[in-house]
T-cell receptor, first 113, second 115 residues
Framework: NAGVTQTPKFQVLKTGQSMTLQCAQD?????MSWYRQDPGMGLRLIHY???????DQGEVPNGYNVSRSTTEDFPLRLLSAAPSQTSVYFC????????????FGDGTRLSIL | KQEVTQIPAALSVPEGENLVLNCSFT??????LQWFRQDPGKGLTSLLL?????REQTSGRLNASLDKSSGRSTLYIAASQPGDSATYLC??????????????FGKGTKLSVKP
């Protein structure tokens, strides 16, 4: 049971490049979300989805796009990478009921030069 | 706006000691509160989840309590071991707002248990 799988684990980009961070889950969870974790800032919500075809912005959405064409996948796209987007990115999922915990992937460590 | 604070930011204790990590939040309108563990360079592992109607949850040597009215939660670790060394994160799920399915995190307490 893989749970939440994020790829790649590490990536180095140059300023202005674009890329997609992948997130896949096999728990049939409706809720999926992306967070970034920065030193001294904690985890902050970027975008989230309550089901296939539905996405919305979180606390820090600028510079990122998401789509949710299937229940299983929730990719995060960096449109034009900036050094301020250097961070660790985590994907999370949760079942539909309020008593269910969130499950996190192992993260993608992204450096923008 | 909901804010979550964890004190202390870092804690160092000798092996075998019982310890308490603190978490406070500003708005009592929450669905639940979740404690996570994060090892260096790793993802988040869920430890305990307390529903807003509950007072505490226990798992092995861990016990988490919730006082929603005062906006406080504690994570009690009994008989600490060097393997408990990690960063512990507290997060609340707000009971309102469009992103109510998601979590607001504290900045964590970095625990070091020395042999």
């Amino acid at each position: 049971n893989a749970g939440v799988t994020q790829t790649p684990k590490f990536q180095v980009l140059k300023t202005g490049q674009s890329m997609t961070l992948q997130c896949a889950q096999d728990m049939n969870h409706e809720y999926m979300s992306w967070y970034r974790q920065d030193p001294g800032m904690g985890l902050r919500l970027i975008h989230y989805s309550v089901g296939a075809g539905i996405t919305d912005q979180g606390e820090v959405p600028n510079g990122y796009n998401v789509s949710r064409s299937t229940t299983e996948d929730f990719p995060l796209r960096l449109l034009s990478a900036a050094p301020s987007q250097t961070s660790v990115y985590f994907c999370a999922t949760r079942g539909s009921y309020s008593n269910q915990p969130q499950h996190f992937g192992d993260g993608t460590r992204l450096s923008i030069l | 706006k909901q804010e979550v604070t964890q004190i202390p930011a870092a804690l160092s204790v000798p092996e075998g000691e019982n310890l308490v990590l603190n978490c406070s939040f500003t708005d009592s309108a929450i669905y639940n509160l979740q404690w996570f563990r994060q090892d260096p360079g790793k993802g988040l592992t869920s430890l305990l989840l307390i529903q807003s109607s509950q007072r505490e949850q226990t798992s092995g040597r861990l016990n988490a309590s919730l006082d929603k009215s005062s906006g406080r939660s504690t994570l009690y670790i009994a008989a600490s071991q060097p393997g408990d060394s990690a960063t512990y994160l507290c997060a609340v799920r707000p009971g309102y707002g469009g992103s109510q399915g998601n979590l607001i995190f504290g900045k964590g307490t970095k625990l070091s248990v020395k042999p």
